[in-house]
């Protein structure tokens, strides 16, 4: 078979991730597999059809049902830079340090984006039902200020493997079902945050890969201003961390780029979720 | 097997646009409304108006593609939202030589709810790995049934019309990707089948679907 015979498999969704990008390098330059892709329309479209009348009913109703929440979480969130992709482009791949700061930066002060999408809301609509993260926040600039300034850690804060992973998983459900917990993207691949104040925090999900010798880290940024407060590291990939964290006085969870083992101070932020 | 809805008579619901072409004979032509390309477009330069048009021609579409996926309603409408959120946010990147509105942005949410179902999986697995352990040694074999699912319930008539043009293979091959939201890896491995065999089935079957569907009147 040549890459040509999976235009099928990819309209489908039945290609593996390294397919996936195969075939989308190979789709950009292919006019013929993209007008058979076009030819596949009507069969995804076939698919999402109602099984009958009262399916169809049930789930117009939910669509109008949660138009006005849509509407606000678009208002909320901030569309990536322009530049075709395909469906699934991984948008929250770290870039050099650097970079990655002046990235954070100059979103945080960018005049337009998502709040222009704001103003257009119509004012009837409800408050939001929970906070949606800010990217690009002054407590993310906050965060990023920071990089470079010393600080004394204590050993125990650095939180190492949690041992077993079904105490792992036992910790992650205890978070989930928290009364007060809050659920949130990360912002950072597929990861989703886990947010209770009275039981601490959870990342699980899948992360955009690093190198070798790089980690995820978790931090606590204080809303006083005073530097972040190193949490346990993250793999990348497909990963889960538990942090059993004090959250009084916190403005944001943030994760970073660290070298392998971590640091005391971030080096990289590359995503935070204000609290 | 679950038929749940297979008694009920298929009167099935009729596409609104063709509603709207039959019963007002004066309406402005077809051509005068955006196409959802287009509305996806406008998206991607910020528009919020084109992304109200795009929701109402297509939210329903992406509940049901994540209802067919992860089956719980209440999940499925969660993936939906995320999925929306999802197409709004990276509408920026859409350029249509690579494939239409449409499926764009169903493909973001039968790929945001595997993510989920794979997600709650693994979380069962993991709590439920001990006690799991204990019970395989007690019955060996026990937790490799399969479920079998009926996925005719999913399906309109149009649907289950063009699938009996199929053979039982392809037409296994193409629902447990879509369905089961396998990759063509994993139905081989589970069918016990050659990867390339499963390769044929799916493509075979999908131009067989393809064509079959324009045999079906909507
Ligand atoms: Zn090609």
Redesign the pocket.
């Known amino acids: 078979m040549s ?2 015979d999976l235009v099928s498999a990819y309209a489908l969704d039945a290609l593996d991730a390294d397919e996936r990008r195969d075939f989308e390098a ?1 789709l950009a330059t ?1 006019p ?2 993209q007008e058979e892709l076009a030819g596949y329309d009507d069969v995804l479209g076939a698919l999402a059809e109602p099984s009958d009348a009262t399916e169809a009913a049930a789930d117009d109703a939910a669509a109008a049902r949660l138009a006005a929440s849509l509407r606000e979480r678009i208002a909320a969130t901030e569309q990536v830079a322009e530049g075709p992709s395909a469906p699934t482009a991984e948008t929250a791949e770290p870039t050099r340090p650097e970079a990655n700061v002046t990235d954070i930066r100059a979103r945080a002060s960018a005049p337009t984006g998502p709040a222009a999408g704001a103003e257009s809301v119509p004012s009837s609509m409800p408050e939001p039902v929970r906070r949606q993260p800010r990217r690009g926040s002054r407590l993310l600039v906050a965060a990023a200020s920071l990089l470079g300034i010393a600080l004394a850690v204590t050993a125990g804060l650095m939180l190492a493997d949690r041992g077993d992973s079904s105490q792992l998983a036992a910790d992650i459900e205890r978070i989930r079902t928290a009364e007060d917990v809050v659920e949130q993207p990360l912002g950072l691949g597929e990861a989703v945050a886990y947010v209770s104040a009275s039981e601490g925090v959870a990342l699980v999900g899948e992360t955009p890969g690093l190198d070798d010798e790089e980690t995820y880290q978790v931090w606590v940024v204080p809303a006083d201003g005073s530097a972040p407060v190193p949490g346990p590291v993250m793999a990348d990939g497909d990963s889960e961390v538990v942090w059993d964290t004090d959250l009084d006085g916190a403005a944001a969870i943030a994760v970073s780029v660290e070298p392998e083992g971590g640091s005391t101070t971030p080096t990289e932020v590359v995503t935070a979720v204000e609290l | 097997m679950v038929t749940a809805v297979a008694v009920e008579q298929w009167g099935g619901p009729v596409p609104r646009r063709h509603l709207r072409a039959v019963s007002n004979e004066t309406a402005p032509p077809e051509a005068a409304s955006p196409t959802l390309e287009e509305l996806l477009l406008a998206c991607g330069r910020g528009s919020s108006e084109a992304f109200d048009a795009l929701y109402a021609e297509l939210a329903a579409q992406v509940i049901r593609v994540a209802r067919r996926v992860v089956h719980d309603p209440d999940m499925a409408e969660d993936v939906a939202q995320e999925a929306l959120v999802e197409a709004w946010r990276t509408s920026p990147k859409y350029d249509p030589a690579r494939g239409s509105a449409r499926a764009w942005v169903l493909t973001i949410a039968h790929r945001r709810a595997i993510d989920r179902v794979r997600r709650e999986q693994r979380q069962r697995d993991q709590v439920e790995a001990e006690a799991a352990t204990a019970e395989r040694e007690a019955a060996p074999g026990a937790q490799d049934t399969v479920v079998e699912v009926d996925f005719r319930r999913w399906q309109s008539a149009r649907v289950r019309e063009a699938l009996d043009v199929l053979s039982d293979l392809q037409r296994e091959a193409i629902e447990l990707a879509y369905y089961g939201g396998r990759t063509q890896a994993e139905i081989a491995e589970q069918l016990g089948v050659p990867l390339g065999t499963t390769k044929t089935r799916i493509r075979d079957g999908m131009t067989r679907l393809r064509e079959a569907l324009k045999e079906v009147p909507r």
Do not use: N
């Open positions: 890459i040509h190979h292919c013929s597999c």
